[in-house]
């Protein structure tokens, strides 16, 4: 079947934005996700947005969703060292979760 | 908070040997799943279970099984182990159906299977 697809890496420097993006299959998906997997531990849920909102703002964090192009964004302003991780896209469909391959970010001092 | 606890966090087992991996979820979750994990594969779906006694194939159920005996508690069994096996296990619970919440897995801290 089709992915969620987003890019493996990213390195930013301490204190820039970083951008992860991420296309999706399923326009009739009721939520997206943005899962951030620590090392050595478990995804834990950063952020979601409902399929009917264009943007969502939590602190340094800003999602945007194109529902026509089917691509989700998640911006990170000011970004520090310990916000080096996994980041995940995923979408809802039904009861079904599907995964993206996640960005891999890393933040240079 | 929920809580997710996978049984062991590191294994390592011989080519054909049979192999547990127990995930017990403490908020009374209907969903429960186990996903693998691999470099650039991202997660993959192994097997899904609604409810007690039931259990349904995911993406890539060949050389798995599960078992859902209790509500709170999902095992993923390996018959005979293989070296292709050799991966990061993660166990997910969520509450069943959209309704008025967002569908958001709850993970446990992953199993790290080598097989030798």
């Known amino acids: 079947g089709e992915d969620v697809e987003q890019s493996l890496f990213l390195s930013v420097r301490e204190g820039d934005s970083s951008v992860i993006n991420c296309t999706y299959t399923?326009?009739?998906?009721?939520?997206l996700y943005w899962y951030k997997q620590e090392p050595g531990a478990g995804l834990q849920l950063l952020t979601y947005i409902f399929s009917n909102m264009d943007m969502k703002q939590d602190q340094r964090l800003t999602v945007l969703l194109n529902k026509k192009d089917k691509h989700l964004s998640l911006r990170i302003a000011d970004t520090q060292t310990g916000d080096s991780a996994i980041y995940f896209c995923a979408e809802s469909i039904r009861n079904d979760m599907r995964f993206g391959a996640g960005t891999r970010l890393t933040v240079k001092p | 908070d929920v809580k997710v606890t996978q049984s062991s966090r590191y294994l390592v087992k011989r080519t054909g040997e049979k192999v547990f991996l127990e995930c017990v979820q403490d908020m009374d979750h209907e969903n429960m799943f186990w996903y693998r994990q691999d470099p650039g594969l991202g997660l993959r779906l192994i097997y899904f279970?609604?409810?007690?006694?039931?259990?349904e194939k995911g993406d890539i159920p060949e050389g798995y099984s599960v078992s859902r005996e209790k509500k709170e508690r999902f095992s993923l069994i390996l018959e005979s182990a293989s070296t292709n096996q050799t991966s990061m296990y993660l166990c997910a619970s969520s509450f069943f159906g959209t309704g008025s919440n967002t569908g958001e897995l709850f993970f446990g801290e992953g199993s790290r299977l080598t097989v030798l």
């Open positions: 399923d326009s009739s998906s009721t939520y």
């Open positions: 279970s609604y409810d007690v006694k039931m259990k």
